[in-house]
């Protein structure tokens, strides 16, 4: 060893020293006060006497810290919680448990199965082991604070079983007294009987309260005792052993650090990468791997169909694959004896583009709108669908009639006036015995025979008179 390294040990053995000297004469002093104040209060009348010399034991147990050596208040105060997150914890199972024989059974029995709960954990911990499973994490364990000594005292039994009527019994009882008030207090027919008790209720939960908050007060200042129920009956959380050490590991909060920034990270950047993308092009490429493996041995002329070809027309494929896991005609027949139900049936029903497949509207947008323009494939066909429209099965459209056999009439000289057409017509078609007939006339007739064939109405209009 070097010459500085004896110096700095011989400097800490000095400090040591000193301290343990310090600390001999503040207890000396200490206990010249008391024998001072002792003798003071010889010279009291006796009923007075009596009093003080109980007033002064109190701030003596109260200030004292003897005995409770590395027994730290963050680490009591630690197992505490650790075993209400494990009853919590526990009460979640069972309840997840409970739930295949009526959700009604953790609310009508949550009293009973806490109570079962805490006289397990009290039997397998306290009982057994004199320790909780919070304390053992924290390195404590339950010893009787009557024992003086600088070994520690295990608890009697009388003290374990008390510790067990008041944490296991005595708030199973509570439970069930605040249930009957409530479940009796309606509001309308309190009876007077009813309203005293309720304010007696009350007045014990004020009273515990605050002896419990005075309690962790005092504890807070000398670390002795956790609870109420640990000072009524003298338990005191300590460590089985001296070396304790008071470092804390924060080895699983780095852990903890560690992993929250990397969620923290891949939430920031799985939007931007763009997963629910990637997920739908490779659920995409399987679906068509499997078709491709299922139509190796069928030939080229086999139509094409989607995984739900086989509903009727009634039922919407989406509804049905949401709320079954059948994909074939047989599974669907030999699980429920019919394909379909009321509860898939089409509701506002829309077609896809270009198949035509029917489906509800809610369920054809939602998967549209999901795909993002990328296209969904339909579950009837196996065709793409990018869009959709109303389904007009139901709508009977009105043919056109068709004008191409229509008759229409156009004059070339609109100015001529029809009297005047028919004078003329009777007159040239009055022909001379001498003459032959010519040309002229026989172009004449042929125009007047043409201007009889239409007749002039009452209105104005023209119609064919053959």
């Given at each position: ?85 494990l009853l919590d914890l526990l009460k979640g199972q069972v309840g997840e448990a409970l ?368």
């Open positions: 060893m070097s010459s500085t390294n004896f110096a700095l040990a011989q400097q800490r053995l000095a400090e040591r020293r000193q301290a343990r000297e310090a600390e001999a004469q503040s207890r000396i002093a200490a206990q010249r006060e008391v024998s001072r104040a002792t003798e003071q209060l010889n010279r009291l009348p006796p009923p007075l006497r009596r009093i003080g010399e109980a007033g002064l034991t109190t701030w003596i147990s109260i200030r004292g810290r003897e005995g409770t050596r590395p027994a730290f208040r963050v680490g009591q105060v630690d197992a505490e919680l650790l075993d209400e997150e739930k295949y024989f009526g959700t009604h059974l953790q609310d009508d029995w949550s009293a009973e199965i806490m109570l079962a709960l805490r006289a397990i954990l009290f039997k397998v911990t306290i009982w057994d082991h004199d320790a909780t499973y919070g304390a053992t994490l924290q390195n404590l364990k339950y010893t009787d604070a009557r024992a003086r000594g600088p070994t520690l005292v295990a608890p009697s039994r009388w003290q374990k079983s008390w510790y067990g009527i008041f944490t296991v019994g005595g708030k199973y009882a509570w439970t069930k007294w605040e249930n009957w008030l409530v479940d009796n207090d309606n509001g309308y027919n309190e009876t007077p009987a009813l309203r005293r008790l309720s304010k007696l209720s009350d007045a014990v939960s004020t009273i515990h309260s605050t002896a419990a908050f005075a309690s962790f007060l005092v504890f807070l200042f000398n670390g002795r005792y956790r609870t109420l129920i640990d000072r009524i009956l003298r338990l005191r959380l300590a460590p089985p052993t001296s070396q304790v050490s008071r470092e804390v590991s924060f080895e699983y909060l780095n852990r903890q650090l560690v992993w929250h920034a990397f969620t923290e990270f891949l939430l920031f950047v799985l939007p931007l990468v763009g997963i629910s993308r990637w997920r739908r092009w490779l659920a995409r490429a399987w679906k068509k791997t499997k078709s491709m493996i299922r139509n190796t041995d069928d030939n080229d002329s086999v139509e094409k169909a989607g995984e739900y070809a086989f509903l009727p027309e009634r039922t919407c494929a989406i509804c049905y694959q949401d709320q079954n896991s059948v994909q074939t005609e047989a599974e669907a027949i030999a699980a429920s004896g019919v394909i379909g139900s009321a509860q898939t049936n089409v509701t506002n029903p829309y077609e896809t583009i270009p198949c035509g497949c029917i489906y509800c509207f809610v369920c054809l947008a939602s998967r549209l709108e999901a795909e993002e323009g990328g296209g969904w494939t339909c579950l009837r066909c196996g065709e793409e669908v990018k869009e959709c429209k109303p389904w007009s099965g139901d709508v009977l459209e009105e043919a056109t009639k068709s004008t191409s056999n229509s008759k229409t009439v156009v004059f070339t000289q609109s100015t001529v006036d029809l009297t005047e057409m028919k004078a003329m017509a009777k007159l040239e078609r009055l022909p001379n015995a001498d003459e032959p007939k010519s040309e002229d006339s026989e172009s004449s007739s042929s125009e007047n025979g043409r201007s009889e064939a239409y007749e002039e109405g009452e209105d104005g209009e023209l119609f064919d008179s053959e």
